[in-house]
């Protein structure tokens, strides 16, 4: 089993529709929690960052952690096709590199 | 505010060559680590650089190495290129070595032919 899990999709959704992204993980000591945007051949880009339990939001991101599931999700409201791209998360002990999923690619259709 | 930076934006190499990428780190982090990006994955841990001296390594072999400078720039070397190390090669800079959250540069994409 992977630290990490990640479906890798692609997902496709008309514009305005609500995305729901999820991770797995299986380390208990992971109290960091990330969601990254990757455009195509670009670097990823840090949409949110959370530490431990409960839920993040910033503008139409939400960010959610469960750490008694081991999962996290990230919703995007009101979609737009300008969010397509490849959504990483990552995962930290603190002192410890990154952890990252596959990553989701998602395309928005307008 | 500068972000992180890397050089240059593309590279091909001949397998068995040596090559050396280049980051700078965005402006008040004091700590870099490497990641390799295969297509279709998520970035793997190369190593960290803090203060100039190597803050730990993923699971990459010597050939892989690098360097940080006083200013916090870094670069990574990697010798005897092999064509499984092609690849995006990304750069992140942090506050510190316990600040999870981490800056990336756009990357080096690395073609060994």
């Known amino acids: 089993q992977k630290e990490v899990e990640q479906d890798p999709g692609p997902l496709s959704v008309p514009e305005g529709a609500i995305v729901s992204l999820n991770c797995t993980y299986s380390?208990?000591?992971?109290?960091?929690f990330m969601w990254y945007r990757q455009y195509s051949r670009k670097g990823p880009e840090l949409l949110m960052y959370t530490y431990s339990s409960g839920n993040k939001e910033d503008g139409r991101f939400t960010a959610q952690v469960d750490k008694s599931s081991k999962y996290i999700s990230l919703f995007i409201r009101d979609s737009q096709p300008s969010d397509s791209a490849t959504y990483l998360c990552?995962?930290?002990?603190?002192?410890?590199?990154?952890?990252f999923g596959k990553g989701t690619r998602l395309s928005v259709i307008a | 505010e500068t972000g992180v930076t890397q050089s240059p934006t593309h590279l091909i190499k001949t397998r068995g060559q040596q090559v050396t990428l280049r980051c700078s780190s965005q402006?008040?982090?004091?700590?870099v680590s490497w990641y390799q990006q295969a297509l279709g994955q998520g970035p793997q841990f190369i190593f960290q650089y803090y203060r100039e001296e190597e803050n730990g390594r993923g699971n990459f072999p010597p050939r892989f190495s690098g360097l940080q400078f006083p200013n916090y720039s870094s670069e990574l070397n990697v010798n005897a290129l092999e064509l499984d190390d092609s690849a995006l090669y990304l750069c992140a800079s942090s506050q510190s070595t316990d600040r999870a959250e981490a800056f990336f540069g756009q990357g080096t994409r690395l073609t060994v032919v």
């Open positions: 402006s008040g982090h004091n700590t």
């Open positions: 380390n208990s000591a992971f109290q960091y």
């Open positions: 990552a995962m930290s002990e603190g002192n410890t590199p990154l952890v």
